[in-house]
Structures are given as C-alpha cells and as structure tokens.
C-alpha cells in the first residue's frame, strides 16, 4: 500500500476530515492498517472498518479513541436514542447526569452488575464504543490487555484498532461479521451497519447513509494507494550451490567419459 498515496487522497475527499488530517487521526490509521493486513481484508472490508472507526467515536473526535460522553442535554434527545427506555416524563431526571444515565442504561445487562458503577465504568469506549463488562472482558482476550481491571486502556489507539478489527471480523458485537455483508459475491455497505447496531429507526434513516458515504471515501483513497494488502518481499533468486570435491570429481570424470 503506497500511504503517500492513500493519505494525499483523503485529504482530497471532502466527504471524511474535511480535508484536514490530524497527527493523532493518522497514528490511529497506521494502528488501524497494520491490524487490517494482519486479518487479511479485502478493500472494501477495510473500507467498512475505517468507515465505522471513523463514525463511531463522534463528530469531535473522528478516528481517535474516546469514551461515550454520556451527557445528554434534553429528554428529547435520550427519548431519540433510547425510546424503549425513555419517554418525555422520566427522562428529565436523566438530563446533564451521565454518570446517573450509564448506570440506568447498561447496568443489569452486558454483564454490568445492577446497584455498580458498573455502567458508568464499561461505558462505550474505544473505535468500536466497545460496551459493557463482559465485552470488555472479550476485548481482553483479543488484545492481550486486561480491560476490565484497566478500562481506560481502550484509549490506546494500538488497543483500540486490535479490538474494532478483530470484532467486526469475529462478529462478537452482534453475531453479523464483515463477512456477511461484503465478499466477494456483494460489497454491502448499507447492511453492514448490523455488524454494530441494530436496525433502529435512527440507525436505518441517518447512520447507515453516513457510514455507506464515508465507507465509499475510504474505498476510493484504499484504491488510490494500491490497495490495502501488504507490499510483499521481493522473491531472491536461489542461492547459488557451492561447489564440493564431490563435483569436482565428477567433472573430471565426464571429462574422460566415464560416468560416475
């Protein structure tokens, strides 16, 4: 993969970084690259992954590991994203009360104990807003790093590309894997979304045709580097075979016409 090329491309690409690429969204990428190359993803499979790496942690921080904020402004808003949990009357005790909201939204599931911090603690992190204590503890095993006795470590972008990749090619978050929705049959980037969240409302009307869109600005850049396979060594010619008293006897043999 020419990198020169690929970066100059998405600087070029108004549909992701607004043309502008920061020193720690590139060290994210070159994290992100090495993982991609070492599972073996086609093009359009590293495409997806970018894609989501770049949506997932937010507006304000654009491939560059956060941790889900958590601090909702409106009851609006909470009933927007969590309208199972939500309505206009018990939402207000949760506006500006992250801590108080991670707790009410994810303890008593992902392996969150009830009555812990729990929520506030496993809370999403990471690329992949990877969320709860029994996905953190998966994303340990992955990554060789104990999330769950050090959660803060999903902040390590070299942390944080090992989990997104692994997980969208394992399918751990969902069930649904890359493989689903892009191969060599199909390239899926609306559906693909499944391999993250469900299909909400929200996610099928506005996330979808974001991630499709930037997933599409990946693939060009991908193509403009040659894509995203690692360069292989060069093939040496075989090492000449040194010459013994073995081969120097049968010279001398076939010099005379006698064979060995």
């Given at each position: 993969?020419?990198?020169?090329?690929?970066?100059?491309?998405?600087?070029?690409?108004?549909?992701?970084?607004?043309?502008?690429?920061?020193t720690?969204?590139?060290?994210?990428?070159?994290h992100?690259?090495?993982?991609?190359?070492?599972?073996?993803?086609?093009?359009?499979?590293?495409?997806?992954?970018?894609?989501?790496?770049?949506?997932?942690?937010?507006p304000?921080?654009?491939?560059?590991?956060?941790?889900e904020?958590?601090?909702y402004?409106?009851?609006?808003?909470?009933?927007?994203?969590?309208?199972?949990?939500?309505?206009?009357?018990?939402?207000a005790?949760?506006?500006?009360?992250?801590?108080?909201?991670?707790?009410?939204?994810?303890?008593?599931?992902?392996?969150?104990?009830?009555?812990?911090?729990?929520?506030w603690?496993?809370?999403?992190?990471?690329?992949?807003?990877?969320?709860?204590?029994?996905?953190?503890?998966?994303?340990?095993?992955?990554?060789g790093?104990d999330?769950?006795?050090?959660?803060?470590?999903?902040?390590?972008?070299?942390v944080?590309?090992?989990?997104?990749?692994?997980?969208?090619?394992?399918?751990?978050?969902?069930?649904?894997?890359?493989?689903?929705?892009i191969?060599?049959?199909q390239?899926?980037?609306?559906?693909?979304?499944?391999?993250?969240?469900?299909?909400?409302?929200?996610?099928?009307?506005k996330?979808?045709?974001?991630?499709?869109?930037y997933?599409?600005?990946?693939?060009?850049?991908?193509e403009?580097?040659?894509?995203?396979?690692?360069?292989?060594?060069p093939?040496?010619?075989?090492?000449?075979r040194k010459?013994?008293?073995?081969?120097?006897?049968a010279?001398?043999?076939?010099?005379?016409?006698?064979?060995?």
């Open positions: 993969m020419n990198k020169q090329d690929f970066y100059a491309a998405l600087r070029s690409d108004k549909r992701v970084f607004g043309t502008s690429i920061g720690n969204q590139v060290a994210t990428m070159e992100l690259i090495r993982a991609i190359q070492s599972h073996g993803l086609s093009d359009a499979q590293a495409a997806y992954v970018f894609a989501t790496a770049y949506h997932e942690p937010g304000r921080s654009r491939m560059v590991p956060n941790r904020n958590m601090n402004s409106s009851a609006r808003q909470l009933v927007r994203v969590w309208p199972s949990r939500f309505n206009a009357t018990n939402a005790a949760f506006v500006n009360a992250p801590q108080a909201l991670a707790n009410k939204v994810y303890n008593g599931r992902l392996g969150n104990r009830k009555g812990t911090n729990d929520g603690i496993y809370r999403g992190g990471g690329l992949d807003h990877t969320t709860g204590r029994e996905n953190y503890r998966k994303n340990s095993a992955y990554t790093v999330l769950v006795a050090h959660p803060e470590r999903i902040l390590e972008p070299a944080a590309a090992d989990c997104i990749v692994s997980g969208m090619v394992s399918g751990r978050y969902t069930g649904k894997k890359l493989a689903h929705y191969n060599d049959k390239t899926d980037f609306i559906n693909a979304r499944r391999i993250i969240n469900g299909a909400s409302r929200y996610e099928r009307e996330v979808e045709p974001w991630v499709k869109g997933a599409e600005a990946f693939l060009s850049a991908i403009a580097g040659g894509g995203i396979t690692a360069a292989k060594a093939t040496l010619p075989p090492a000449p010459t013994g008293w073995g081969d120097v006897l010279a001398i043999l076939k010099l005379f016409g006698v064979k060995k």
